[in-house]
């Protein structure tokens, strides 16, 4: 299983990003997908999460109305779309597909995760 991120960049407050993962692996559209993001000497933390059928989303509340997650079953990609960004969201943001499938709701919990891409970074300056 393999998950490749892309999209981030050194942007300005208030301007928007959007991050795209590429997901190799076997019945993707099974597994629940997220985002996490970690910056240096803090643990990683939970941004948002998508159920295997994109029914269902959560989002941390520090991004919530500002961050989308999307999700292609066919392209096998999951996305996030970062709008309005703030100096506290620089981070390198990481892709995860869950570790069970056909769990109706997404968990937020990082250890209900098992496959990580190498992250991408997002610098916001102000």
């Known amino acids: 299983v393999q998950l490749e991120e892309s999209g981030g960049g050194l942007v300005q407050a208030g301007d928007s990003l959007r991050l795209s993962c590429a997901v190799s692996r076997r019945d993707f559209g099974r597994y629940a997908v997220g985002w996490f993001r970690q910056t240096a000497g803090k643990e990683r933390e939970f941004v948002a999460v998508?159920?295997?059928?994109?029914?269902?989303?959560l989002y941390a509340d520090s991004v919530k109305d500002r961050f989308h997650i999307s999700r292609d079953n066919v392209k096998n990609m999951v996305y996030l779309q970062m709008n309005s960004l703030k100096s506290e969201d620089p981070a390198v943001y990481y892709c995860t597909t869950a570790r069970h499938a056909w769990r109706v709701l997404p968990s937020q919990q990082r250890d209900h995760y098992d496959y990580w891409g190498q992250g991408t970074q997002v610098t916001v300056s102000s």
């Open positions: 998508m159920s295997w059928s994109g029914e269902y989303t």
